[in-house]
């Protein structure tokens, strides 16, 4: 005969089911930045032209 009994969620199963959530939206948020953002920043600062370092300076002690 089959026992009556109530099948609840229990604490640590709602635990582990958050943390999951919690980890996959971190996830996402690095994949999203690794896949759309470098690759601009990056384009960004190669299209940059840097200019040279003066070689002399005013605070030059001879």
């Known amino acids: 005969m089959m026992k009556n009994h ?3 969620f229990s604490f640590f199963g709602i635990l582990c ?6 980890l996959h939206s971190n996830e996402s948020k690095i ?3 690794l ?6 920043i990056i ?3 190669l299209s940059k032209q840097l200019k ?3 070689l002399y300076s005013t ?4």
Request: glycine letters at 0%; proline letters at 7%.
């Open 6 to 8: 109530k099948n609840y």
């Open 17 to 22: 089911a958050t943390v999951n959530k919690q």
């Open 31 to 33: 994949l999203a930045l």
């Open 35 to 40: 896949k759309i953002d470098i690759p601009k």
């Open 43 to 45: 384009k960004l600062l």
């Open 52 to 54: 040279p370092i003066k």
């Open 59 to 62: 605070n030059n002690y001879n």
